[in-house]
Nanobody, 116 residues
Framework: VQLVESGGGLVQAGGSLRLSCAAS????????MGWYRQAPGKQRELVAV????????NYADSVKGRFTISRDSAKNTIYLQMNSLKPEDKAVYYC??????????WGRGTQVTVSS
């Protein structure tokens, strides 16, 4: 499955952005989709994940209460609503899909920059 992210950009601290990730095909074979981020010089880290069945969500402690992950099955798309953005949220955000065969798929990423 191919994943295409959109919605990144430049925002002031305290502002909001919404990221989208569209999958190229049905999410029928996908167990979970999520967002990861990687800042310069740092390892890629999990931001939020959502299961396709049951809609269970999980968040990194650093974004709890500020970010919300959601999905639209009809559009094979997940979203990440990011509010109260902080300079430390600056990173490239990657969409991930983990399917039932154990394969992990990645998008190319979208840049989020938060100015102080």
């Amino acid at each position: 499955v191919q994943l295409v992210e959109s919605g990144g950009g430049l925002v002031q601290a305290g502002g909001s952005l919404r990221l989208s990730c569209a999958a190229s095909r049905s999410t029928f074979s996908i167990h979970a989709m999520g967002w990861y981020r990687q800042a310069p010089g740092k390892q890629r880290e999990l931001v939020a994940v959502i299961t396709i069945i049951g809609v269970v969500t999980n968040y990194a402690d650093s974004v709890k209460g500020r970010f919300t992950i959601s999905r639209d099955s009809a559009k094979n798309t997940i979203y990440l609503q990011m509010n109260s953005l902080k300079p430390e949220d600056k990173a490239v955000y990657y969409c991930n899909a983990f399917d039932y065969s154990g394969t992990s798929h990645w998008g190319r990423g979208t840049q989020v920059t938060v100015s102080s």
